[in-house]
């Protein structure tokens, strides 16, 4: 009864219907935003409603929908999947690997007659024949009149190794599920960072300690003065504050680094720094939040003149408007300039931000080794399992063949192998 259970399990359709659940859930889970607040859901799907009763919001919230790949019942349904794969693969894939690597003899006439290609030669052609198998590396099971031969046997491996492959994804998805973490950082040029502003972990997270370094930030401009592309050049550092890895990443480039992925996301202005009567002067800046790109600052008069200067910009390429006290337009100018003839005031650096994204995946090791072995099981996949089978009989020699692919090249090496002992 044990034994029958598991072959429940086994089945191809409980199989199938399983991964079809799983797809579905994960493509819902594609389409609704992950790990947002909960604002966040009942703003947006408070206005749909199920049987003209429950909110859309209430239900994801319910069931876990806004975090559905680290909900019980989702990674249950991957443990479920997994059971049947393993169970698939000890009570069939291997009965029949086993059966294919054994001797397998035909008995009788209607056996041969049943395969695929069959043929009656005469008996003195039977030591050719398995000259003629051994030539092109055939598995040869001899036994008085009955042979037994194979090749291919690469491919019946296939089906295992795919179901290996599937199960180790699902366990790297387990594994990412219940310790990754994500994390959100602005972090200024040149200053030295610990993750700490996470937006999302779990209770088997592990937040590493080692210190991160912003080396510097720049930005390519195109000819119409639009952003192509913004760098962060880091450096990750061990606890003596030695470098153990640098690199310079930007936008669908970001820097991997054991199992912290490190994305440029975002970018920010945070202020000036003038230069004025031989001091050098720190000056906050404001970023304006419904004009994209435009920061404001304010330069008090500092005793000169007693000027007051509006500072506004929208890039980074070190031009920069600079405006009176009453609005006043007093000319552009770049990074370095002199501002006034009569004055030493220089606005010589911006001072800024930059936005990274950081995610720990524990578990895309297993997620890609599973990938990778499950394109080389395709391949694999493609071998022919070929199978001949000889029995001599008083002055007759059966011979008959079948196999799983290459039906064609199959039919060819049967006439190779039949018909110069036919015209004889």
């Not at 003065?225 to 690199?247: A, H, P, T």
């Not at 911006?350 to 895309?364: F, N, R, S, V, W």
């Amino acid at each position: 009864m044990n034994l029958k259970i598991l072959r429940t399990f086994a089945q191809l359709n409980v199989g199938i219907f399983l991964l079809l659940l799983i797809a579905s859930f994960s493509i819902l889970g594609t389409i609704i935003e992950q790990d947002q607040p909960i604002n966040f859901y009942i703003n947006s799907y408070s206005n749909f409603f199920l049987f003209n009763y429950f909110r859309f919001s209430q239900l994801i919230l319910f069931f876990g929908i806004d975090h559905i790949y680290k909900t019980w019942w989702f990674l249950f349904l991957l443990f479920l999947f997994a059971f049947c794969l393993t169970i698939c693969t000890y009570t069939q894939q291997f009965p029949i690997l086993k059966f294919a690597r054994g001797c397998n003899f035909k008995v009788n006439f209607n056996s041969f007659k049943n395969q695929e290609y069959f043929s009656i030669l005469n008996s003195n052609f039977f030591s050719k024949c398995l000259l003629n198998f051994k030539f092109k590396s055939y598995n040869i099971f001899h036994q008085k009149t009955f042979v037994y031969a194979y090749k291919g046997i690469l491919g019946r491996f296939a089906p295992i190794i795919v179901h290996f492959a599937m199960i180790l994804i699902l366990f790297g998805n387990t594994i990412t599920a219940f310790g990754s973490f994500n994390s959100q950082e602005l972090v200024a040029k040149g200053e030295i960072f610990h993750i700490q502003n996470l937006i999302n972990k779990t209770f088997f997270s592990i937040i590493p300690d080692y210190p991160v370094r912003i080396n510097d930030f720049w930005i390519d401009y195109g000819l119409e003065n639009n952003i192509k592309q913004f760098y962060s050049s880091l450096s990750i550092l061990n606890q003596n504050g030695d470098e153990l890895i640098k690199k310079t990443i930007s936008v669908n480039f970001p820097l991997q680094f054991n199992t912290l992925t490190f994305y440029q996301t975002d970018w920010n202005i945070t202020g000036l720094r003038i230069f004025f009567n031989e001091k050098f002067y720190q000056l906050p800046i404001l970023s304006l939040t419904k004009a994209k790109n435009f920061w404001i600052s304010w330069i008090p008069s500092l005793n000169f003149e007693k000027k007051e200067i509006t500072f506004i910009t929208n890039n980074l390429n070190g031009n920069f408007s600079l405006y009176d006290k009453f609005g006043n337009f007093l000319g552009t100018f770049n990074l370095n300039d002199q501002i006034f003839d009569n004055s030493n005031l220089k606005i010589f650096e911006y001072i800024t931000e930059t936005g990274l994204q950081i995610k720990a995946d524990p578990g895309i090791f297993f997620i890609y080794s599973g990938f990778l072995i499950l394109m080389i099981s395709v391949l694999i996949s493609y071998f022919s399992f070929t199978q001949f089978w000889l029995l001599k009989k008083q002055n007759k020699l059966y011979i008959s063949a079948t196999s799983n692919r290459a039906k064609l090249n199959l039919r060819i090496e049967f006439l190779k192998l039949t018909l110069p002992y036919l015209l004889n």
